[in-house]
């Protein structure tokens, strides 16, 4: 496979796609199993898996996507039913290739063995012998068989666009009685038939061969025309001295390769996907002129390449870079008066700015990657547990930095099992609570400033501060003192488990404490909400971009901090008279609502200074705001974003560090956390 090793990223990164593609589709055949149209979706996608891994040699993944398509041709004829077998074997073939994949991207060259599914495949499929057409294998007494020595790629390129325009394309294998005396008429009187409904794209053997009568009893032809596959076998059956017909519908024009010689050279799956971003020749040899050339157009406006994360990564450093050097120019001008600069130093600031803001789109993704999985999983918990789910997911167009997406999946799937199997109870329990049988499981994704948030919620039994109390001290961990709400907490704690019986879903004390730590290291803030038999709401809060940021830069005390502009609602320049104590709080009223005020210098430990210019920066969290109290502002400035390193961990109120156009470093304030912990003390009083 040396050969093939500089193809294997491409084959990976569009076999993981149509993957999730199918296992998508066969979800939503599942609800709705009358659709033929979603079969159709899913022949694309078996298709170009069965090419795909035809291309690269893996024969075994080749075969058991070739019978999976035998089952969806079935399913799309209804002569079998989208039932909870066929269903379930789907899904098995799919987690099968998807573990062919993965011992292919780890170099496991160990053969997997798939018999019982292939005999599974060809049970469900022993259907088919009750139609005269659509015969995929050839029978045994047969010398006839579908497979074609060359096609060129100009063929290939006129069936995908005959199939866009609305035509049927198929291969026809055609025997003659041995004992005819003028074959070549028999052919004539064959093609002739068809080419009244259709065009005859290829002939094999060649149109000189057949004519010359030289060529045996055997010719097998592409064919496009809007009749169906039965229409065609009839017509081609309809001519005396025809002995045989076999014929196929052709999904996808890269199956004709795997009919070719079953591998194919990785030359071939270089051109396959060259073709998807080539114009396609005009010829006058297909009804579908037009419509090819207007695909062509189209794939030349979508062209893309795949560039790898690291080079990204590097890009986002030299931009940062240039964005601190850009500042301390402009801060060097100001000192000197270069008059001359202005100008130039304009210029480098709004090419650097536009820079920025380019690499930032081209590293977002949507959070929709990590959650197009989710369904199915939710679907298997389902039938593990004996429960009933309805998984509602929101905002999945959301989008965050690819460092942070990729980082995602974990942790929500620890969430996701966690509200499976401890959150919502059993129907039965449901149905005696007056709930809905069926668990409601709601995810939802939206930006808050220059943060993304999101909640999971669940409306299932909560989390009870008495079972998480007295599990707590079983394991020697104290609890005196502690409100409900810290109490539920604990369930973040290394180790902490209320499950008495480890199961292979949850139980082991990992999953929560590993969703806190991995959350942490992204920069973000996990929050638990729960109230008993009414549900529980996780609360994910996770910063935009790692990177760049606009920023209000303020005093405290003697010290400059800066606070993310996305977040800041407005700036009000107070007096310590508009700020009213009411129940041991401060509060400012805003448009009619009572804002809890954050004095930033208690809360960061500042001392107080006399010449205080009071201002309050109103950020808005959610749907609740919250006053912080500074003493002057400085400016508005554009900043990098620094990690404090593991060091400086223990500060909680910090987001990072960033470095002025003088060489100075502030910090930046993490406001969630802040504001979080003043509610804490408040609701505590």
């Not at 296992?23 to 009358?34: G, H, T």
């Not at 690291?310 to 008066?337: A, H, P, W």
């Not at 003192?481 to 499950?499: A, R």
């Not at 730590?517 to 709401?537: A, D, F």
Request: charged share 25%; glycine share 6%; hydrophobic share 40%.
């Amino acid at each position: 496979m040396d050969e093939n090793s500089k193809y294997l990223d491409l084959f990976f990164e569009e076999t993981d796609e149509h993957l999730q593609s199918l296992n998508e589709q066969v979800l939503e055949l599942e609800n709705n199993p009358a659709d033929s149209s979603i079969v159709d979706v899913m022949f694309r996608s078996a298709h170009t898996i069965k090419g795909m891994a035809a291309t690269m040699g893996y024969d075994t993944m080749a075969k058991l996507t070739h019978k999976m398509e035998n089952v969806f041709d079935l399913l799309k004829k209804k002569i079998i039913i989208a039932d909870a077998t066929s269903i379930a074997l789907v899904f098995d073939c799919l987690d099968t290739l998807s573990d062919l994949v993965e011992d292919l991207r780890a170099g496991n060259d160990a053969e997997r063995d798939i018999t019982n599914l292939i005999q599974h495949l060809d049970h469900v499929s022993s259907g088919e012998s009750t139609i005269e057409v659509s015969v995929i294998e050839p029978v045994t007494d047969s010398l006839l068989n579908l497979s074609l020595e060359k096609v060129e790629d100009s063929d290939l390129m006129i069936i995908e666009a005959a199939k866009e325009d609305g035509y049927n394309a198929y291969v026809l294998a055609i025997g003659i009685d041995e004992d005819s005396s003028m074959k070549n008429a028999r052919v004539y009187l064959v093609m002739s038939k068809l080419e009244q409904h259709g065009d005859v794209l290829y002939s094999e053997p060649g149109t000189e061969v057949l004519e010359n009568d030289d060529f045996g009893n055997i010719f097998k032809l592409i064919y496009v025309s809007k009749l169906d596959e039965e229409t065609v076998l009839n017509l081609a059956l309809d001519n005396s001295e025809i002995e045989e017909v076999l014929i196929q519908t052709i999904h996808q024009a890269d199956d004709l390769l795997i009919k070719e010689a079953g591998k194919v050279q990785p030359e071939q799956f270089e051109k396959l996907e060259e073709q998807k971003t080539a114009a396609i020749v005009e010829t006058s040899q297909t009804p579908t002129k037009a419509a090819s050339k207007a695909k062509a157009q189209n794939h030349a406006m979508n062209q893309s390449i795949r560039v790898d994360i690291g080079k990204l990564d590097s890009f986002m450093n030299l931009v940062s870079e240039l964005v601190i050097y850009r500042t301390r120019l402009e801060d060097l001008s100001d000192q000197l008066l270069v008059s001359e600069m202005k100008e130039p130093l304009e210029h480098v600031a709004r090419i650097s700015s536009e820079l920025q803001e380019l690499v930032l789109k081209i590293r977002m993704q949507p959070v929709s990657t990590v959650m197009t999985r989710f369904p199915r999983m939710i679907r298997d918990l389902g039938n593990e547990l004996g429960k009933e789910f309805n998984l509602v997911i929101e905002g999945e167009d959301t989008e965050l930095d690819r460092t942070v997406v990729s980082e995602l999946s974990e942790p929500l799937v620890h969430l996701l099992r966690n509200s499976a199997d401890h959150g919502v109870e059993m129907p039965e329990e449901r149905v005696r609570l007056g709930k809905d049988p069926k668990g409601l499981i709601k995810i939802t994704a939206y930006q808050e400033g220059n943060r993304v948030v999101l909640t999971l919620t669940d409306d299932g039994k909560g989390v009870d501060p008495a079972v998480i109390k007295e599990s707590a001290e079983r394991k020697g961990v104290s609890t005196e003192g502690m409100s409900d709400k810290e109490i539920q907490q604990l369930i973040f704690h290394p180790g902490f488990s209320t499950v008495k019986e480890v199961t292979n879903i949850s139980g082991r004390g990992v999953g929560m404490d590993a969703v806190k730590q991995k959350i942490t290291e992204l920069g973000g803030t996990v929050e638990l909400e729960s109230v008993v038999n009414k549900g529980t709401v996780f609360r994910i809060n996770l910063p935009l971009t790692l990177s760049i940021i606009q920023s209000l830069l303020v005093k405290v005390g003697q010290d400059a901090f800066a606070i993310p502009l996305g977040i800041i609602k407005t700036i009000v320049k107070v007096t310590e008279q508009d700020i009213i104590r009411v129940h041991n709080r401060e509060v400012y009223k805003y448009e009619g609502l009572a804002v809890p005020v954050v004095r930033l210098n208690k809360t960061l430990g500042m001392e107080a200074t006399e010449e205080s210019n009071l201002h309050l920066v109103l950020v808005k969290q959610g749907d609740s705001y919250n006053a912080l109290a500074v003493d002057d502002l400085i400016r508005q400035q554009e900043i990098v974003v620094k990690k404090l390193g593991q060091e400086l961990n223990m500060l909680k109120n910090y987001l990072g560090a960033t470095i002025l156009g003088d060489g100075s470093i502030i910090l930046i304030l993490d406001v969630s956390a802040i504001c979080n912990e003043r509610v804490g003390e408040y609701s505590e009083v």
